[in-house]
């Protein structure tokens, strides 16, 4: 196939907003529009698909563009699209695939649609997007707003060129710059919003300064062990306040650096201390989403990752700054049971935030407020009761 003209890609352009607004991912008519108008192909000429290659290693495997009618629809379809690894961890395995870490992507469309109605834009409202990626997101702005109101910054120059020269191809023309995106944008303007397609620790202080009073913010905040959107309405006093979105969601990390993440720096794993039942299970913590946010803000520091033993048995294992683990099968005899090392207390908070979650009814991550105070210091709430839990800055 050579490559698609727009009206060869028109109707799968059609199919996925009608998909988008069946699942209510988009819910207004101009957001619809939107993604009917920008041609997602133009913006992934290469994507990788993950797969475990004839030696049962797992790679990244190319796909070149829409050299094909299934490519063609693939690009279209509700799915994530990696489209660049990290230089410093990928190796080439054969012709076509790469071992290594994703540091871009083309982001699910219904997650897209999702935060763009979040951002609750209106006509001639000033946008910055955190995160240009392969340009995808300021397409869609620019064709619900007019390119002269899109400003977009990405730590990696490269990734900002070829962005550019994407965005030319389907017609537009945004201020894009290459830095780095917790900084806000180097001219120091303001926005009526901001959104952004990377993950934060916390709000950075730039963000609050380049915003007014009134101006939406929708962020990935990572806390730990999990994390997910928030949609923030910033005051005149600097205080950005709102709460999780219903629609969940997480985004690969902010870098400062644009090759590569750094390497993180973990402690020795304390002794096993023992094994005991526990009314908790690793499908539990795999399976309740909103009950992982509620570890994240408990467990300030803590990790969760994936243990393999001796004998290939698999594990979810929860681990803190100090050494602490503790470590929940995924399947056999012993999923009801949690084995620990150093400081047994690790899951014993655990299993009291299950406690509490379960007397409140288990309520979803969307019944919980989130609120960055103008200093910077931030706090988590359930709404229904007021519970507080403050992140540590």
Known sequence: MSAPTIDHAR?????????????????????????????????????????????GIAVWRERQGAATADDLAAVYRDQTLVTALDPDTAEQVDDTAWTGIPTSSSTLPSLMAGMLEDLSVEDGHRVLEIGTGTGYNAALLCARLGEHLVCSVDIDPGLVRAAQGHLSSAGFMPRLVPGDGTRGYPTGETFDRIIATCSVPAVPDAWIEQSKPGTILVADVALGIEGGLVRLEVDGQ???????TEKAGRFMAARSEARTYPA????????????????VTAADVRGNYAFRLLLALCLAGAELVYHVDGSGAMALQIQDPGGSWARL????????????????????????????????????????????EADGAAHVWHIPDGTRWDIPV
């Open 238 to 244: 600097g205080r950005a306040c709102g709460r999780f």
């Open 329 to 372: 099968p995924l399947a056999g005899d012993g999923v009801g049971a949690v084995t620990c090392g150093g400081d047994p207390g690790l899951w014993t908070l655990a299993e009291d935030v299950w406690r509490w979650w379960t007397s409140v009814g288990r309520p979803s991550h969307d019944r919980f407020g989130y609120a960055r």
């Open 264 to 279: 993180p720096q973990r402690p020795r794993r304390a002794a096993e201390t023992g094994t005991w039942p526990s009314p």
């Open 11 to 55: 109707p799968h352009m059609s199919a996925l907003a009608d998909e988008l607004t069946r699942s209510r991912a988009i819910r207004t008519p101009p957001w619809a529009e939107a993604f009917r108008a920008v041609p997602r192909h133009l913006f992934v000429p290469r994507w990788f698909v993950q797969e475990t290659n004839d030696r």
